[in-house]
């Protein structure tokens, strides 16, 4: 017997990228938007994207309880300034905004935005080297450098599929308390101030990721830093002056190589 397939809304799909006017937008939330945007197309850029899934989501400056989250349907290679819906924390859009905007994202919008006064961008993605050591009981390891400028803010949570109030409340309390969060079988939630500390926590997290799935998969036992050495590691890392830790160094890079590769997201 053949499985009928549900029906697709085109209305939804459609019309994701059809934006209201950029005049209705102040200033700072338009450089909020681009932000976004080159956030949304750098992790594309650097293949950290997963169809139309997972989400990033924005803070807008001078309303801080309003959020900025994608249409749903928009591929990351996309994102413009334009392309944002503005959601209050009930999820309703602020510009009488008809596109279809995905439950998750809101829902991360309103835990994360809700719960950490200090940050202003977040990453959700599905990476495959972070779910896997997501699906691994040890967990991130101290077996490389970037799992030691991560390992001191990473947390981990169980992962669920249905997000009720109570997964929410814990969701939210752990975000509280951590910068980068596993999601167990099923990825990572990173947060930043500013959109280049968001990217540089994500992409070096993959690193870390991808560096421990390599030597494990040779069979030969792992030499581990000592919980010590690492703790006194990351002392020296985050008191260096010679380093940033927050993407400040990479960010303006990143954005000489979008304007390259990538441009038109600051439409």
């Keep these: 017997m053949t499985e ?10 459609v019309d994701a990228m059809d934006a209201p006017d950029r005049s209705i937008y102040s200033e700072a939330e338009w450089t909020a938007r681009t932000e976004l ?11 950290m994207s997963d169809l139309v ?10 309303q801080p309880d309003h959020y900025l989250t994608h249409p749903y349907g928009m591929y990351w290679e996309e994102a413009t300034a334009s392309s944002f819906v503005t959601v209050t924390p009930d999820g309703e859009p602020v510009h009488d905004d008809k596109r279809w905007t995905n439950d998750g994202a809101v829902n991360l919008c309103r835990w994360i935005f809700g719960s950490r006064g200090d940050i202003n961008f977040f990453i959700h993605g599905h990476e495959e080297a972070i779910a896997a050591v997501g699906s691994l009981r040890c967990g991130l390891l101290w077996v490389n450098q970037p799992a030691v400028y991560l ?3 990473l947390g981990y949570l169980d992962y669920e599929f249905d997000e009720t109030s109570e997964f929410g409340e814990h969701f939210s309390r752990l975000a509280a308390d951590h910068n980068l969060l596993i999601s167990r079988n099923h990825g990572h939630y ?8 968001a990217f ?14 390599k030597a494990m998969a040779t069979g030969s036992e ?3 830093i000592p ?13 260096s002056p010679h380093y940033n830790y927050d993407g400040a160094t990479e960010w303006p890079g990143l954005i000489r190589k979008l304007n390259r590769e990538c441009p038109g997201y600051g439409r």
Excluded at 190 to 197: A, D, I, K, L, Y
């Design 4 to 13: 009928q397939l549900p029906a697709v809304d085109l209305d939804k799909t």
């Design 37 to 47: 945007a080159a956030l949304y197309r750098a992790i594309h850029l650097y293949g």
């Design 53 to 62: 899934n997972g989400a990033i989501g924005a803070r807008v400056p001078d």
């Design 151 to 153: 390992g001191h803010m």
């Design 190 to 197: 990173s947060f930043g101030r500013v959109p280049g500390e």
């Design 200 to 213: 540089f926590r994500s992409y070096f997290l993959r690193q870390a990721c991808e560096i421990q799935l």
């Design 222 to 224: 792992l030499h581990l």
């Design 227 to 239: 919980d010590a050495e690492a703790q006194r590691f990351q002392r020296q890392m985050y008191a």
